[in-house]
C-alpha cells in the first residue's frame, strides 16, 4: 500500500493566489481529515469527512478555505484568496472506523 | 476550554536511558489517548493507543500509562536509542474519532 499520497509536497505562492491541496487517502479507509501545522499553534484539525460527506468542518477557518471530497478515493482542500498567515505545512490523514489516523507526507504551503 | 499539554522544552536524554514524556490535560474526558512519533518533515505516525479503562499498555520498548484522575498520560521508551530522536504527540479523544492534539514534545537522545 503506497500511503496517504499528497500533492503537491512544496508551494509556493503569492497573497491572492488560489491554491488547491490534493489527497488521496489509504484504499478502504472510509474517514479524512484535513490538518494544518504551525510552530505557533500545533496540528489543527481543519475539517472530517465520514464516507465522503464532511461531518465536522468547525476547524476552517474562514470562507477563503474550502474542502471537498468527491469520491472515496480523493479529496482536495482550497484556499482563495491565499494570504500569508496561511503559509503552514497542510496534512491529509485518513482511517477505517478505529481511532488509529494514516498521515501523509504534508505540503508546506509559502504564501508571499 | 480543552486544554492538552506537553513540555514545550526538549527532552535531551543519554542513549540506554529511559525517556518519560508527559501529557497533561484539563476539561476534558477523553474515552482514549494515543501517542503518535513525527520526525522532520514528514507526517505523524501512530504507536500506541490506551482506553480510558486500561491503566498501561506496552508495545516492544514503549510503554504508556494512563490516569484519569490525575489527568495525565506518561509515555516510556526504554533503552533509548539516538534513532528514537523525535517529536512525540498525544491525542485525546472523547470516542468521536475526531482527535485533539498535544503540541509535541521534542526528544533528543545522545550516543
Known amino acids: 500500500d503506497a500511503g496517504v499520497i499528497q500533492s503537491p509536497r512544496h508551494e509556493v505562492t503569492e497573497m491572492g493566489q488560489e491554491v488547491t491541496l490534493r489527497c488521496k487517502p489509504i484504499s478502504g479507509h472510509n474517514s479524512l481529515f484535513w490538518y494544518r501545522q504551525t510552530m505557533m499553534r500545533g496540528l489543527e484539525l481543519l475539517i472530517y469527512?465520514?464516507?465522503?460527506?464532511?461531518?465536522?468542518d468547525s476547524g476552517m477557518p474562514e470562507d477563503r478555505f474550502s474542502a471537498k471530497m468527491p469520491n472515496a478515493s480523493f479529496s482536495t482542500l482550497k484556499i482563495q484568496p491565499s494570504e500569508p498567515r496561511d503559509s503552514a505545512v497542510y496534512f491529509c490523514a485518513s482511517s477505517f472506523d478505529v481511532y488509529e489516523q494514516y498521515f501523509g507526507p504534508g505540503t508546506r504551503l509559502t504564501v508571499t | 476550554s480543552q486544554k492538552i499539554e506537553q513540555n514545550s522544552e526538549a527532552l535531551n536524554i543519554q542513549e540506554g536511558k529511559t525517556a518519560t514524556l508527559t501529557c497533561n490535560y484539563t476539561n476534558y474526558s477523553p474515552a482514549y489517548l494515543q501517542w503518535y512519533r513525527q520526525d522532520p518533515g514528514r507526517g505523524p505516525v501512530f504507536l500506541l493507543l490506551?482506553?480510558?479503562?486500561?491503566k498501561e499498555k506496552r508495545k516492544e520498548r514503549l510503554k504508556v500509562t494512563f490516569d484519569t484522575t490525575l489527568k495525565q498520560s506518561l509515555f516510556h521508551i526504554t533503552a533509548s536509542q539516538p534513532a528514537d530522536s523525535a517529536t512525540y504527540l498525544c491525542?485525546?479523544?472523547?470516542?468521536?474519532?475526531?482527535?485533539?492534539f498535544g503540541r509535541g514534545t521534542s526528544l533528543i537522545v545522545h550516543p
Open positions: 491525542a485525546l479523544d472523547g470516542g468521536s474519532y475526531i482527535p485533539t
Open positions: 490506551i482506553r480510558e479503562n486500561e
Open positions: 469527512f465520514n464516507n465522503n460527506v464532511p461531518i465536522d
